[in-house]
Every structure is written in structure tokens, then in C-alpha cells.
């Protein structure tokens, strides 16, 4: 393992690194973000991120995983006094034991695969980055292939978001677009390939019932802002509208809760096809 750097004071190079917990320009012109936690900084690592810097508790006897990384992972390494990794960690008195410090990809839309079972999620100018994780998270649990966010937005690198994610945000391509033109110019193309991907819209007041509604195509999934749902652009862009049948009080859902459960029929709908697909299919003899 390399001689680690060794950093005991709040000098310019922590002050950079705690201005990425809360700075989202800071973070883009770095163009890097810190992540905490086995889990996500093990699939940042296994998906092939690039981690800038590792940046360790001197003063605690490392896990075994924490030594293995600081083993195999090639970058930096920094030993930091554990009062400053827990400031860099946001946990108050209890230091985590590692931090990544890791670079963000291109706002490109071709990370996202497009196949002929494609399932895409938009979000429409999301204002909470723990929607945004948690959305991620979710698309990633029910075999989506990338979240858009669209608009004046919350920041998917926001440290919430990153958290919330919890690692899915390594595993699923999320990209950020200024507006609707971007990602029509890509249905667009998508489609001239022989990709005939539909563009759906969630609405309280949606044309039909999720459970009516054919989650099989390839389509992308528009999902509003918290409070007042999808834009007149994004709205005018659907080709169909689902609603979310509901009981009680209750008029609609938080944007998160919503996606997880249309994205759950959606993969319910799949696999169930999947499943039919696999009975009728001739055996070979």
C-alpha cells in the first residue's frame, strides 16, 4: 500500500473537498463528489468510476474491506485527522472510515442503453435530491436503464441524492438535460433506429390505470415535480398518461412513492410476459 498524504488541518485542500457537500457549482467545475459507505463506494469501484482520492481515518485500526481497498484501488490516499473526516462525512462526532472522492461522467444521454425492452424514468425539475436518489434507487431495484432529470433541478450529485441512492446511482446511468429539446432530439433518433420508444406521463388524472396500461414497450416513464407535477412542454410531449388508483384521503403520492410503484407494475408486467414468452416458446427435441 502507498505512503498515504496526511492532512490534520482545515488547509485548502479539506476547505475544497467540504465545499462539494454543499456547493453544486464547486462540484461541477471540480467535476468530482464525495461518497461514504461500503456499499457505494464498492459499486463507484466496481462500475468503474474513477475514484480521485481515498481518503481514510488515521486514527483507527481499518476493516478489512477498507484495508483491500486502500490496497487494490490505484489513487491517492489520504490520512485525515478523524475530526475532519467526520465534517467530510456530515455525522456529526463519528468519522466514517472511508470517503471517496469521485468524478463525475459527461451529462450524456448515450450512457443509456436502448434496447427493444428499454424502460427510462424523467424527471421533471425534481427541487428534492432525496426524490432523486430514492427514484434512482428504485429504478435501478425494478430493471430501468437510466434516469433523465430535466430542467432547473436539484443536483443528482448532491450529497442527499448520493446517499439516498444508496450506491444504485454507480449502477444506473442518471443524466442531466437543460430541457426538453435534448431529450426529444434523442427519442427522435432512438425512434429512427427502429426504437419506437413511447413517452408516458404520470397524472393524478392520467388516461389510464396503471394496471391497464402496457409496461411491456420500450417507453420512458415522465415523472412532475413535487409540486406541481409535469410542465405544459413535457405534458404536450406524452403520447399517454397513467394514474395511480387511489383510496383514503389522499389525492396523490410523493413523486418518489409514485415512480416506485408505477416502475413495480412495470416489471411485474415484464415478467409476467417474460414468463409467458419462455412457456410458449418450442422446445428443441
Not at 487494490?72 to 490520512?79: D, K, L
Amino acid at each position: 500500500m502507498p505512503v498515504a498524504q496526511r492532512i490534520t488541518s482545515r488547509n485548502a485542500r479539506f476547505q475544497q473537498w467540504q465545499a462539494l457537500l454543499t456547493n453544486r457549482n464547486k462540484r461541477q467545475r471540480a467535476g468530482e463528489f464525495l461518497v461514504q459507505g461500503v456499499r457505494p463506494i464498492s459499486l463507484a469501484v466496481e462500475y468503474g468510476w474513477p475514484i480521485h482520492a481515498l481518503v481514510f481515518d488515521q486514527s483507527r485500526s481499518l476493516s478489512r474491506w477498507a484495508q483491500e481497498l486502500l490496497r487494490t484501488v490505484r489513487t491517492e490516499q489520504i490520512a485525515m485527522a478523524p475530526d475532519l473526516l467526520a465534517e467530510l462525512g456530515e455525522k456529526g462526532e463519528s468519522a466514517p472510515e472511508v470517503i471517496a472522492v469521485v468524478g463525475m461522467p459527461a451529462d450524456d444521454l448515450g450512457r443509456i442503453t436502448v434496447g427493444d425492452d428499454f424502460l427510462g424514468v424523467l424527471f421533471d425539475r425534481p427541487t428534492s435530491p432525496g426524490n432523486i436518489g430514492s427514484i434512482i434507487r428504485s429504478a435501478d431495484a425494478f430493471g430501468a436503464h437510466g434516469l433523465i432529470v430535466a430542467g432547473h433541478a436539484a443536483d443528482v450529485y448532491d450529497s442527499k441524492s448520493v446517499r439516498a441512492s444508496t450506491g444504485s446511482l454507480f449502477a444506473l446511468p442518471a443524466v442531466r438535460v437543460p430541457s426538453p429539446r435534448e431529450v426529444t432530439d434523442w427519442v427522435g433518433g432512438q425512434r429512427a433506429a427502429g426504437r419506437p420508444i413511447v413517452l408516458v406521463g404520470t397524472d393524478e388524472h392520467g388516461d389510464h390505470d396503471v394496471f391497464d396500461f402496457d409496461f411491456t414497450q420500450p417507453l420512458l416513464l415522465l415523472v412532475g415535480n413535487e409540486t406541481s407535477g409535469l410542465s405544459n412542454a413535457w405534458r404536450e410531449l406524452c403520447d399517454h398518461t397513467v394514474r395511480i388508483p387511489m383510496t383514503g384521503a389522499a389525492s396523490s403520492l410523493n413523486a418518489a412513492n409514485a415512480s416506485t410503484a408505477i416502475l413495480y407494475e412495470a416489471a411485474r408486467q415484464r415478467i409476467l410476459a417474460g414468463k409467458r414468452g419462455s412457456a410458449e416458446a418450442p422446445r428443441q427435441g
